[in-house]
Structure formats: C-alpha cells, structure tokens
C-alpha cells in the first residue's frame, strides 16, 4: 500500500507527457518506480527528489494554462484547485517510503550520502546539457524526442550504484576495471556505428579519430576546436590524473593488456625521458604541419598511424611487462594529465603504517609503486589516482588525500566524484 500513492502519481505523470507528445518523458516516469527494487536508502531518496520534480512540472504546466486562460478571459480558480492538488499528492507521494514497514527492508546502517551525491552530481553535470546544449549532446535525445531526460535519470541511478559500491575499498580493484572497459565499450561501439552509417552516434556528423593524443594535438594542428581539450583540462582539475584510470577511452585496452601477465615487472629507467620526448615530438609535429599547411589527409594517416602503433605496443610490451606501456610511455596525455593534475588538490599517500610488505607493487599498473616509491611514503609522478593499490594494501595505508578532510572522507568524496563524472561522461563521450 505505502507504494501505491507514488505510483499512481508517476502514471499521472506518463499520462500528462503522452498528452503532450513527450515519449522520453514517459519513460522517464514509467521507469521511476521501479528504481526502489534496489532497495537502498539514497535510493529512495532519490525517488522523493524525483517526485519533487514532478511537482514542479506540474506547478509549471499550471503557472502556463493560467496565463492562457487569463489572456484569453476564461476562469481559472477550479484549474488551479485540481492541478494544485495534484502537484501536492505528488509532493508528498515519496513520504511512505519513510515507514517503519520501508525501512526494515533497507540494510541496516545503510549510508545515504555516496549514492546519493552521485546521482545528484551527475544531474548537475546533464540537466545544463539537456536544457542549453543545442546539439542534442545526451545521446537518447536524438533517437526519440525528450529521451535525454530518461537517460540522465539512468545514467544518475547508474553513478549512485557505483558509488555506493565503491564505499568499501576492496571493490575498487573489482569493479574499476569493468566500468572503465563499459565506458570504452560503450564509446567504441557508438563509433563504430556511427562510421558504418548511423550519423546520430557521431557528436558532429564528422569522423574524428579516437587518439587520446588528438585532444591536445588536433587543436594544435588547426588552431581551433578546443572543445575536447576544455572537457579533459576540466575533468583532470575535477579528479586530477584520474581521467588516466577512469575516463579515457582507450584506457581500459591497455589495462586489459596489462592483466595478462599477474605481478607487473619493471620497466626501463630511460621511460619518463622517452614518454617527455615523444609528447615533444608529437604536438611540435602538430603544430609543425598546421603552421606549412599540411593537409588533414596527410596528417590524419600520420595520427591513425600513432595510434595504431599505441594499440600495438599494449598487445606487446604491456602484455610483457605486466605495466600499462602505452598509458604510462606512448600517450602524451597521460603526461599532461599527472603534471597538469597536480594543480588537482588531491593526492595519494602512504602512512606510517605501511609495513613495506610489496603488496601494492604488485596492484600498480601504472609504473608508480615500486619499492623505492613505497619507503619515500609517495607513489611516483605516473600514479593515476586509480584506487587499486587500496584494495590490497593489508594495512590501509594508502590513503586518498584533501585538504582538510579525513582520508576516509576524501576517499568517499573522490569515488563520487570520479563515479559521477564516468556515469555522465558515457552520456556525452562521442566523436
């Protein structure tokens, strides 16, 4: 019974959005409900945020026919009665979910605030978008009108799970791995579609290569379009060199290469030298044939090309040596992105607890963990912040760091963070 007011008030909603042509809206609230079979408390938090909203589509639909009605000089009280009622019963339709009954379904000392800071962030991140951006960025929109709304919905919910999973640092190791490889699954097939013929997965219609390297050196070489370097500056200041372990696109490739040999070795002492010299090497090149006027032919073969020299160098030297080559030795942005995180505030640090066992050396993928790292208490300039090393640190010694904030709390705070903008990414991440 304590359900039935809520869902009532959601087919309403279906039935207002039918009326108004509104397919994406509908499913939008045919959907709500059933979202509390997960059973959690920011769940059903998040719920009652929803039936807010939809009060408030209502009292927006109401503040509109009363100012048709009265241009046109018609009555409007009895309107007003009926629509405020029910903008109210939707109001309160989440109420119930407060009872004893609700509550004794929840898991006991089930916390509230990850899953539903994620799920709040990423509305703050896709709302703006679905609302201003005229190029219908959130993918379902342009598919079936109002869909965006539907999908920033899913793919909140989506950033609540993960972060309430992500309370407990064993996970991280379990479950990074598998939604970073979603998020480049998910944008590789949009490509792959979209090259095959379905325009609409495409953000512009136009074909742009997936190199991460392209972010910075596309704009170099044309002098303009520096919406993809805006996103990535924006996204490493959010969660520093983050974007590395949970964001970029082809990432997760290397990483999955990487995993094929159980305990990483150790990589040459001339890395960090190479890695420097061929980000010199390829954005001078950029800027070189923009500059003599080269034409994107050319200099589209010569990025497919270092690309597919990247793909080749995970399936062979990070296959050998247990470390994520291409990420930490062949990217340009993995070095702007640990240098240009380090205006990010967070940090990683070892404690005084840290018995030297080894145990985290052997977790790192990214070349930042060797023993000589571990007895200066700081992982090595090429950590990415990706949280593997916590889940196997016997000790908990390694510790995510803010200003100010207990590690526990920094630690909760970056997994939404870096949860929610994974979630909203997937929503707007296309070529």
């Not at 390297?213 to 170099?220: E, W």
């Not at 372990?245 to 150790?266: M, Q, T």
């Amino acid at each position: 019974m304590r359900y039935i007011l809520l869902i009532l008030c959601s087919m309403i909603l279906v039935a207002h959005h039918s009326r108004g042509g509104e397919p994406g809206l509908m499913g939008l609230w045919l959907t709500v409900p059933f979202a509390l079979l997960m059973k959690r408390r920011w769940v059903d938090r998040a719920v009652q945020l929803m039936m807010l909203a939809g009060a408030l589509e209502w009292f927006l639909t109401l503040r509109t026919l009363v100012e048709i009605r009265q241009e046109i000089g018609l009555p409007y009280l009895r309107m007003v009665v009926i629509l405020g009622g029910v903008a109210l019963l939707t109001a309160l339709s989440g109420l119930p979910l407060e009872t004893r009954g609700r509550k004794s379904r929840l898991p006991q000392n089930d916390p509230v605030g990850p899953g539903l800071s994620a799920f709040l962030l990423v509305a703050f991140l896709l709302v703006p978008v679905q609302i201003f951006v005229d190029l219908q960025a959130i993918l379902a929109e342009r598919f079936l009108p109002t869909a965006g709304w539907w999908e920033a919905f899913l793919l909140a919910m989506y950033a609540g799970w993960l972060a309430d999973k992500l309370r407990e640092p064993r996970q991280i190791k379990r479950l990074r791995p598998r939604v970073w490889l979603l998020f480049s699954v998910v944008f590789f097939v949009q490509l792959v579609l979209g090259v095959s013929g379905v325009e609409k997965l495409l953000m512009t219609g136009k074909l742009h290569l997936p190199v991460p390297a392209l972010i910075a050196a596309g704009p170099l070489y044309r002098g303009s379009g520096l919406f993809m370097a805006i996103l990535f500056s924006a996204s490493v200041l959010l969660v520093g060199p983050g974007w590395c372990s949970w964001l970029c696109y082809i990432g997760a490739w290397d990483n999955y290469a990487a995993r094929g040999r159980k305990r990483p070795g150790a990589l040459p002492k001339w890395r960090p030298r190479a890695r420097l010299g061929i980000l010199i090497l390829v954005f001078g090149t950029a800027f070189a044939l923009g500059r003599f006027g080269v034409g994107t032919w050319t200099a589209g073969w010569l990025a497919a090309g270092f690309g597919l020299v990247g793909v080749g160098i995970m399936a062979w030297w990070s296959r050998r040596t247990g470390h994520m080559t291409h990420c930490t030795t062949w990217c340009p942005m993995g070095w702007v992105a640990t240098r240009l995180g380090k205006v990010s505030p967070w940090r990683l640090k070892i404690s005084d607890t840290c018995t030297d066992c080894g145990a985290c050396t052997a977790a790192c993928r990214f070349d930042a963990l060797y023993p000589e790292d571990v007895l200066k208490r700081v992982p090595a300039e090429a950590c990415t912040l990706c949280g593997d090393c916590l889940s196997h640190c016997p000790t908990s010694s390694l510790e995510y760091r803010l200003p100010g904030v207990s590690p526990t709390r920094a630690r909760t705070i970056y997994l939404v963070m870096v949860s929610a903008m994974h979630a909203a990414w997937i929503g707007v991440a296309r070529l």
